[in-house]
């Protein structure tokens, strides 16, 4: 990674030794300050357990989870599209993540795709990339919205439930080992309330007040999680080519 020792944090931070979403408007609006909560939980929980080795932070922006993960694994290589939105100093590569990436056939153990695949018009590209560049053996850690308001427009193409996202593992030669939710219908109440407040100006003043509550609120929840999530983690291990081959 580029400048790794000029990196700060953006996105996440740490607070009493855990992640979670930034409180600088700067990086994170106050309306989705829950969503980020939620996902630093999901993301980093998943890179504790599956980051080693060579790792690619794919459509990276600002490498908001370097953090997180640079301990554990030896080496990071940080790619994003040349006019992305969120323009790094960090980048090794500028890449059209729509098209054949410039990178090493089973270059990396570890390919990090967050919040990103959403993006994507025509996703089954990138996935066939994805199985090229990662070792036999190695992990892919996938993030996805799902239900979140349109973002990053007009660049923003689908959402994607647990059964979509098993499937692309099925067409690409990925074993699944977990795909689930994170937030609840809580979580989704909150979410799109706070950004109601948030765009109506003169009732911002009742966000911040409004993610503490749906955040104490939440921890409450599961039962219901499954059937209205936020978005959904998934990490899937890249098969060897030659039991692809036998199915």
């Known amino acids: 990674m580029l400048h790794s ?12 030794g855990r ?22 939980v999901a993301y980093v929980g998943a890179l504790a ?7 690619l932070d794919l459509g990276c922006g600002h490498v908001p989870l370097y953090g997180s993960y640079r301990s554990l694994v030896s080496s990071v290589t940080c790619a994003d599209w040349p006019q992305t939105m969120h323009p790094s100093p960090h ?17 990396f153990d570890t390919v990090l795709l967050t919040d990103v695949l959403e993006h994507l018009p025509y996703p089954d590209a990138l996935w066939a990339e994805l199985r090229r560049v990662v070792r036999p053996g190695g992990t892919a850690i996938v993030g996805v919205p799902f239900l979140y308001w349109l973002h990053e427009l007009p660049h923003d193409y689908h ?8 499937l692309f593992c099925d067409d690409h030669g990925f074993e699944v080992l977990e795909c689930h ?6 979580d989704v109440a909150t979410d799109v309330l706070g950004k109601l407040l948030h765009l109506t100006r003169v009732l911002r003043w009742a966000v911040p007040p409004l993610m503490w509550i749906g955040k104490l609120v939440g921890r409450r929840r599961v ?3 499954t059937l209205l999530p936020l978005g959904y983690l998934l990490v899937a ?9 036998r199915a």
């Open 5 to 16: 020792e000029a990196w700060v944090p953006t996105k996440f931070e740490q607070h009493r």
């Open 19 to 40: 992640w979670r979403g930034s409180r600088s408007p700067a990086h994170v609006l106050t309306s989705s300050r829950l969503m980020a909560d939620r996902i630093a």
């Open 49 to 55: 357990e599956y980051a080693r080795g060579d790792l």
């Open 91 to 107: 980048l090794d590569l500028e890449v059209d993540l729509g098209e054949p990436l410039p990178l090493p056939t089973a270059g």
């Open 159 to 166: 959402r994607y439930s647990e059964q979509r996202l098993r």
């Open 181 to 186: 939710p994170y937030g609840g219908p809580t």
């Open 223 to 225: 039962a219901a999680t």
């Open 237 to 245: 291990r890249r098969e060897a080519d030659d039991r692809v081959e």
